[in-house]
């Protein structure tokens, strides 16, 4: 894959960039423990490396993300990723999770890149929180599955 511009991503987010998503206006969609998206009705064209279906380009905390309208695993950009979850942990004011062992049977499930159709690496976050992230270094993006980024941001530790 290039080093250019994928559009298949949002850009980062900017005064001058216009994202293609026209998200319908309206409360997230949460159901239990899962992050409060909303969903643009545009697709675009990548598949979720879980389930395969088609992600729709998502308003996730203000951060625009590719997400899986099935299973709501999402992916963005590794340095959105890093800002969205300094930004929540910091503005969190809830109770914290107890520290749980990581699931070591996670590690062994693997997935290919929604991008680039390369594997992506599977690996602890090095953050707070006991959970498994897939990344892809080449494409330099982050998948994340419904409930991971609610952990990092309960999870105990510096704010």
Known sequence: MSSGFDHR????LSPLNVYP???TPGPPQIQG???????SDQVTGVFCPRC???TRFADLYGTKVVCCPSCKGFLTRGEEFRE?????????????LRPQP???CEMKISCQCPVCEGPMETHP??????VVIDSCAACRVVWLDCGELLKIKRNPGRR
């Open 102 to 104: 990581l699931n070591h």
């Open 33 to 39: 423990d899962q992050e409060p998206l909303v969903f």
């Open 125 to 130: 976050y090095a953050g707070p929180g006991a």
């Open 21 to 23: 998503v026209t998200a």
């Open 84 to 96: 969205l979850v300094a930004k929540l942990r910091k503005q969190y004011r809830g109770p914290e």
């Open 52 to 54: 395969r279906e088609e």
């Open 9 to 12: 991503l949002p850009p980062p």
